[in-house]
Nanobody
Framework: QVQLVESGGGLVQAGGSLRLSCTAS????????MAWFRQAPGKEREFVGV????????YYADAVKGRITISRDNAKNTVYLQMNSLKPADTAVYYC??????????????????WGQGTPVTVSS
């Protein structure tokens, strides 16, 4: 099992940017696909994007495509979510998740084995 800790959330104005980090411990995540999900108040958890074993292997949800970039630094056992042009609709708790099997880039939360506790992001209008 891998422990995941998100950081970098906070309050930002619409149009601003944030970079979230997800740092893993317990195991290396270099062989795991790593994803970000988010959950807004009163809504179900929603897929944001996933990165495969290489930086060029990514898949993003339509709602955020063009505004986010997921990257990874295996030396630091960390994955990042860079979010730009933020909107109030992006307000949510953001979670990172690890897919240990790594069979393709998956968007279903059920496909992920390990989860962090989340970091809140609030975008003000």
């Amino acid at each position: 099992q891998v422990q995941l800790v998100e950081s970098g959330g906070g309050l930002v104005q619409a149009g601003g940017s944030l970079r979230l980090s997800c740092t893993a411990s317990g195991r290396t995540i270099s062989t795991y696909n790593m994803a970000w999900f988010r959950q807004a108040p009163g809504k179900e958890r929603e897929f944001v994007g996933v990165i495969g074993l290489t930086e060029t292997n990514t898949y993003y949800a339509d709602a955020v495509k063009g505004r986010i970039t997921i990257s990874r630094d295996n030396a630091k056992n960390t994955v990042y979510l860079q979010m730009n042009s933020l909107k109030p609709a992006d307000t949510a708790v953001y979670y990172c998740a690890a897919d240990r099997e790594g069979w393709g880039l998956r968007s279903s939360a059920a496909s992920y084995d390990d989860w962090g506790q989340g970091t809140p992001v609030t975008v003000s209008s």
